[in-house]
C-alpha cells in the first residue's frame, strides 16, 4: 500500500487570518466600545496582546437545542458510590440537567460575554479606526528628496548585468521560428538519408546497377542540406534585438520619518494627576504617528520659565517649581526642528500639554514664536489643556469669555488662520480617546473647507 | 531479538518511514484492515490552529463563524489553559493525517498506528460512512464551495452572502436526509450542471418573458407542490421550494447542506470511532513492542499518553465532563475481545452469538466496526461486566419534581435499563432535536410550519426563536414552528408576519 509523507511546516500559516478579519469585522462595535473603554485604563505602552471580552450578540450562532430542564427521560452517569434504586438526588441549582455535561459555555467568558486576545495591531487598527493624519500628502509631492528603485518591466538597452535571459530567450526562439530556422531534426534526418542512400550505391557494382535515382536523390538532398545550412549560419542563435534588460525606475518616496516633539509645563500648578493625563496624550499620539510613518522620533522639552530638552523618564517623572514661559518651550523646539529637523525630509508634529497658565507678559512673544517659526514648519499641532479637577467652571469661563488672557483664547484665535493649530479640555482620563479622536477627524473635515486649506499649504510652502 | 526502531524521542522523516512500515505490517496482516490510501502531513501547531477553526478540514470556504471559533481556540491555547491534538485525520481518499511537529518519535508512532489506520479503517468500513460520505471527492467539492462562495461574494457583496450562510449554519444539522440515502458528490457534475444552468438561462433570457402574465396552468403547477409526507430535510426543502431565494443563494444553502452531511456520521459514532482507533494504537503498540521494535523507555511513554487519553472521571468529580468517548469505546473493543477469549456464564448468557466463539475476536470487532454507530452499538455490546466496571447508574429525571430519581444501578435487574438509557443518549433524536417541515401553505399567505416531534417531553431552549429568524430570512414569509407529542402541542413559535421577499 503507498503513502506519502508531506513536510507541510513550511506552507503559508495563518489560513485563519480572512475568517478572523470577517469575525472581528462582525464584532467592531461591541469591539470599538470594549476596546475604547480598556485603552484609558491601562497603560498604553506594553501592549503585546490585549484580551478583550465582547458581548455575544451579533456574534451568537443559535440553533435548535434541547432545553435540559425539560422532559421525562433516563440518562446515565458513571462512577455511582452509595447510591441504591430509589434514592432521591437534589437537582442543581439552575435547573442544569446533568446529562450533557459541561458544554454550555466553555469557550470563553460566560454566556453572554465572548473573550478573546487582539494583537497589538488590531487593537491599535479599532482605537485609530478612521482617524486620519492631516496634511500628509503635501510633503510627498513637493520636498521630495529621497527616492526609492523599483521594477519597471524591461527595456532594450542595459547593462550585462541587467540581462533578462529568460525575457530575451522567448524573443529569441519567437524571432527563429518566424525567419524558418531550420530544425536541426530536419538536417539529421538529411544527412541519414543521403548516407542511407549512399551506402545502397556501394552495395552494387556500379556496372550492374547505375543506381542513378539514388545518385539524382541525393543531388537533391545535399542542394537542400546547403540551403538549410547556410539559413542556420545566416540567421543567429541570439540577436541584439532579442536582448531585454531589467528596467528600474526612480520613484519619489514619501518622506516616511517624523519627529514628534513633546512640551509639557512643569511649573508648580502641574500635579501628578495633570502630568498623567498628559502622559496618556502623548502615547497616544505617538503610537499613531508610528503607525503611519516608519520612523518616528520624540524629543521632550519640559518648561517653567526656562525649558531644556531631557529624556522620558525625566519628563514625566522630575519635580519641578516655578512660574510659567510658555514661549521659553516653544523656542526651544524651534530651535532643535530647525536644528536637525529638516522640513524636507521630518514630518514635525508638536503636542503641548499645559494646565492654561502663562505670564500675561508671554502671550505676545508666545504668538509671535508660534506664527513666525514654529507654525509654518508643523504639520499639526495639538494643544491639550488639563482642567483641574475642581476648576472645571473657572476653565469653562476661561475658555469662552472673550480677551481673557489665558492660552486658550491664544490658540483659539490662531486658529482661525491656521488650521494647523488645534486646541482641546481634557479633565478625565475617559475623555482622552473622544479628545484624541476629534483632533484628527475635525482636521480631515477642515481640509475640506477649500480656502483654508489652500492657504496653509501657501504659507507652509 | 531485533533491535528497537528508534531510542530517542526526536522524529525525523526517515524514522516516520520506518514506523509507518511496521505498522502497517501489524494493521493489515494482523488486525486485517482495510484502509484508504495514506497521506501524513506534518505541520506545526500555527497550522493545527488554522485546521481547529474549519472543522479540520484541509480547505473551507470563508465565514466569521470560522474566525470566532479560531480566536476562542487560540486564546485558550496560548493561555495554556488547553493543548493541541496531536493529530486531525481527514475522511477522505487519499486519508489525509495532520501530524503535529511537537510530537515526539513515540507519539507519532501512536498517532500513526491510531489515525492513519484505526480512522482509517473505520472511515472505510462503517456503513454510516461509506453511505453518507464520499472520501474521493470530498476535497475537491470543497474547493468547488470555496471558490463558488468567493465568486458570489464578488458578485454580490460580503454582506447578503454573510446572512445566507449565517442562516444556512442556523439549520445545518437539520440539513441531512436521515433515511433516505443521498447520491454521491460529484464535483464535475456539480460543476457542470450549474454551467449548463447558467447556459440555458442565458440562452432563453429575454426581458419580455418578464412582462408576460402567468398562465393559469403555471399558477396551478406551482400551487401544488404536494404535501404528501414530511420533509425531515429542512435546508433541502427551502433550496427546492423557498419562494424568495435566487439561484446562487439556492446553491449557498446546497453547498452547507452538502457539507453538513458530509458530518452527520461522525457525531452518531464518535464512540465507537475513536474507540476503534484507540484499540488499534493500543493493540500496534503493545505488538511492536513485543516485536522488540519499542524501547521499554518508549512504551512507558506511551502508557503515560495513553492513560492520559483515556481519562474518564465519575460523575462527582472535578474534572467530569460527560462520557469520554475514547474511554468508552476502547474498553468496549476490549471487552468485546474479552468475551471472545475468555467468557463467563454470564457472558455467555448475554452474548451467545459470539462468547467464546470460534472464529475469533477480530471478526466480531470488524463485524461491529462496519455496521454499527454508536447506539445500536452499546445497545448490541454493552456487557453487564462493562457497567459494573464502570458503575453505570440512571438517573430518571422528571421536569416537575426538584430531585432525580436513581432508577437503576449495576445489578442484575438494572443492567437492561441501564444499557437502554445509555444507547438512547447516543440516538440522533437525543442529540438533535427532530425538526421537520410539515406544511407550507403555497395556496394561501405561504406560512412555513416546522414541527418539532417531541422526545419524552424534552422542549426547545431558549434560542429557538432565533433560529426561526433565520429560517424566516431563508424563507421570506412568515415561520411557525410546532412542538408536538402525539398530536398534542406542547408549544408553539411564530415569527413576525411581514414578508420579506429580498435578503439584503
Redesign the interface.
Known amino acids: 500500500?503507498?503513502?506519502?509523507?508531506?513536510?507541510?511546516?513550511l506552507?503559508p500559516?495563518?489560513?485563519?487570518i480572512?475568517?478572523?478579519?470577517?469575525?472581528?469585522?462582525?464584532a467592531k462595535k461591541h469591539l470599538s466600545e470594549r476596546v475604547h473603554k480598556n485603552i484609558v485604563e491601562r497603560s498604553i505602552t506594553d501592549k503585546g496582546?490585549e484580551?478583550i471580552s465582547i458581548p455575544t450578540d451579533g456574534?451568537?450562532?443559535?440553533?435548535?437545542?434541547?432545553?435540559?430542564?425539560?422532559?421525562?427521560?433516563?440518562?446515565?452517569?458513571?462512577?455511582?458510590?452509595d447510591?441504591?434504586?430509589?434514592?432521591?438526588?437534589?437537582?442543581p441549582k439552575g435547573g442544569a440537567?446533568?446529562?450533557?455535561?459541561?458544554?454550555a459555555s466553555d469557550?470563553?467568558g460566560g454566556e453572554d460575554e465572548?473573550?478573546?486576545?487582539l494583537t497589538r495591531d488590531e487593537y491599535l487598527d479599532v482605537v485609530f479606526e478612521d482617524l486620519e493624519l492631516p496634511n500628509m500628502e503635501d510633503k510627498n509631492k513637493e520636498d521630495v528628496t529621497v527616492f526609492e528603485t523599483h521594477r519597471a518591466g524591461y527595456t532594450t538597452v542595459g547593462a550585462p548585468s541587467q540581462l533578462n535571459v529568460e525575457q530575451s530567450m522567448i524573443r529569441s526562439i519567437g524571432r527563429r521560428i518566424a525567419l524558418k530556422f531550420p530544425k536541426q531534426r530536419r538536417i539529421n534526418e538529411i544527412e541519414e538519408e543521403i548516407a542511407r542512400l549512399e551506402e545502397e550505391i556501394k552495395y552494387y557494382k556500379e556496372e550492374v546497377k547505375p543506381m542513378t535515382k539514388n545518385r539524382a536523390m541525393i543531388v537533391e538532398l545535399k542542394k537542400e542540406l546547403e540551403g538549410l545550412k547556410r539559413k542556420a549560419r545566416a540567421i543567429p542563435f541570439i540577436d541584439p534585438i532579442d536582448l531585454r534588460f531589467n528596467n528600474f525606475v526612480k520613484y519619489p518616496k514619501p518622506t516616511s520619518t517624523a519627529v514628534m516633539v513633546c512640551i509639557m509645563d512643569v511649573s508648580a500648578s502641574m500635579q501628578e494627576r495633570e502630568k498623567e493625563l498628559s502622559k496618556r496624550f502623548f502615547l497616544l499620539l505617538y503610537l499613531f504617528l508610528e503607525r503611519k510613518y516608519e520612523h518616528v522620533d520624540v524629543v521632550f522639552i519640559r518648561h517653567h520659565t526656562e525649558a531644556i530638552e531631557c529624556s522620558e523618564d525625566e519628563f514625566f517623572n522630575s519635580k519641578e517649581t516655578g512660574g510659567t514661559i510658555v514661549s521659553s518651550g516653544l523656542q526651544l523646539a524651534h530651535e532643535i526642528l530647525k536644528e536637525r529637523y529638516s522640513p524636507a525630509e521630518w514630518n514635525a508634529y508638536v503636542a503641548q500639554a499645559s494646565d492654561g497658565d502663562n505670564f500675561t507678559s508671554d502671550m505676545p512673544v508666545l504668538e509671535r514664536i508660534l506664527v513666525n517659526k514654529v507654525l509654518p514648519v508643523v504639520k499639526f499641532y495639538t494643544y491639550v489643556e488639563i482642567a483641574g479637577m475642581y476648576e472645571q467652571s473657572r476653565n469653562f469661563w476661561s475658555a469662552h469669555t472673550a480677551n481673557r488672557s489665558g492660552m486658550w483664547a491664544l490658540y483659539e484665535k490662531l486658529h482661525e488662520e491656521w488650521p494647523n493649530i488645534v486646541s482641546k479640555k481634557i479633565k478625565e482620563a475617559k475623555e482622552i480617546i473622544p479628545v484624541f479622536r476629534e483632533f484628527f477627524q475635525k482636521i480631515t473635515t477642515s481640509s475640506m473647507n477649500k480656502p483654508k486649506e489652500k492657504v496653509v499649504s501657501e504659507e507652509i510652502v | 531479538m531485533t533491535s528497537p526502531l528508534y531510542t530517542g524521542c526526536e522524529w525525523s522523516f526517515p524514522l516516520l518511514e520506518d514506523v509507518y512500515a511496521e505498522c502497517e505490517k501489524i494493521a493489515l496482516e494482523e488486525l486485517k484492515l482495510n484502509v484508504y490510501h495514506n497521506q501524513l502531513e506534518v505541520i506545526s501547531s500555527e497550522q493545527m490552529l488554522d485546521a481547529y477553526s474549519s472543522s479540520g478540514l484541509p480547505i473551507y470556504y470563508r465565514h466569521w463563524s470560522f474566525g470566532k471559533h479560531f480566536s476562542a481556540e487560540e486564546r485558550t491555547y496560548r493561555k495554556g489553559y488547553t493543548g493541541l491534538a496531536y493529530e486531525i485525520v481527514i475522511n477522505s481518499n487519499p486519508c489525509i493525517n495532520y501530524l503535529m511537529e511537537e510530537n515526539t518519535m513515540t507519539t507519532q508512532t501512536t498517532v500513526i498506528a491510531h489515525a492513519a489506520f484505526g480512522h482509517n479503517h473505520f472511515f472505510k468500513n462503517n456503513y454510516l460512512f461509506r453511505e453518507w460520505t464520499d472520501a474521493r471527492y470530498i476535497i475537491d467539492y470543497l474547493v468547488f464551495a470555496k471558490n463558488y462562495i468567493q465568486e458570489c461574494e464578488e458578485r454580490y457583496g460580503f454582506s447578503v452572502v454573510e446572512k445566507v450562510l449565517d442562516s444556512c449554519h442556523a439549520l445545518s444539522k437539520h440539513g441531512v436526509s436521515r433515511y433516505k440515502r443521498p447520491p454521491k458528490l460529484n464535483v464535475f457534475e456539480e460543476k457542470l450542471k450549474q454551467n449548463e444552468r447558467r447556459q440555458y438561462l442565458r440562452k432563453i433570457y429575454n426581458d419580455l418573458w418578464r412582462t408576460l402574465p402567468k398562465t393559469k396552468k403555471q399558477e396551478e403547477k406551482k400551487k401544488d407542490i404536494a404535501f404528501s409526507d414530511p420533509e425531515e430535510n429542512v435546508l433541502y426543502f427551502i433550496e427546492k421550494n423557498s419562494p424568495i431565494l435566487t439561484d446562487w443563494q439556492r446553491e449557498l444553502v446546497r453547498i452547507v447542506r452538502k457539507i453538513s452531511q458530509y458530518f452527520y456520521p461522525q457525531y452518531q459514532t464518535k464512540v465507537m470511532n475513536e474507540g476503534w482507533a484507540t484499540h488499534t494504537h493500543f493493540y500496534t503498540m503493545n505488538r511492536l513492542h513485543e516485536k522488540g521494535l519499542l524501547t521499554d523507555g518508549a512504551m512507558l511513554e506511551f502508557f503515560h499518553t495513553h492513560s492520559g487519553v483515556m481519562f474518564q472521571a465519575g460523575f462527582d468529580r472535578k474534572g467530569y465532563n460527560g462520557f469520554n468517548p475514547y474511554y468508552l469505546g476502547f474498553e468496549m473493543f476490549r471487552d468485546i475481545r474479552r468475551i471472545c477469549e475468555d467468557p463467563t456464564d454470564e457472558d455467555k448468557e448475554w452474548f451467545p452469538d459470539f462468547a467464546g466463539c470460534e472464529e475469533g475476536w477480530l471478526d466480531v470487532c470488524l463485524e461491529a466496526v462496519a455496521n454499527y454507530r454508536d447506539e445500536s452499538f452499546i445497545k448490541q455490546y454493552l456487557s453487564p461486566a462493562m457497567i459494573r466496571k464502570m458503575r453505570l447508574f440512571v438517573l430518571a429525571n422528571n421536569t416537575k419534581a426538584d430531585h432525580y430519581l436513581v432508577d437503576s444501578i449495576h445489578n442484575e435487574t438494572g443492567y437492561k435499563k441501564v444499557r437502554n438509557a445509555l444507547a438512547s443518549m447516543y440516538e440522533i433524536g437525543n442529540l438533535i432535536p427532530d425538526i421537520q417541515v410539515s406544511d407550507a401553505d403555497f395556496k394561501g399567505d405561504r406560512t412555513l410550519t416546522l414541527r418539532h416531534n417531541v422526545i419524552d417531553g424534552k422542549l426547545l431552549n431558549n434560542t429557538t426563536d432565533d433560529v426561526l429568524k433565520h429560517v424566516k430570512r431563508l424563507w421570506g414569509y412568515p415561520v411557525k414552528l410546532e412542538s408536538r407529542q402525539e398530536g398534542v402541542i406542547l408549544k408553539s413559535y411564530r415569527t413576525s408576519e411581514t414578508p420579506q421577499l429580498e435578503i439584503e
Open positions: 500500500m503507498s503513502k506519502y509523507i508531506i513536510d507541510r511546516r506552507n500559516k495563518g489560513k485563519s480572512s475568517n478572523r478579519q470577517r469575525f472581528i469585522r462582525r496582546e484580551n456574534i451568537r450562532e443559535p440553533t435548535f437545542g434541547h432545553d435540559q430542564s425539560t422532559g421525562n427521560y433516563d440518562f446515565v452517569l458513571p462512577g455511582n458510590k447510591f441504591v434504586p430509589g434514592d432521591k438526588i437534589d437537582k440537567g446533568g446529562g450533557g455535561g459541561g458544554e469557550d470563553g465572548f473573550a478573546f486576545s
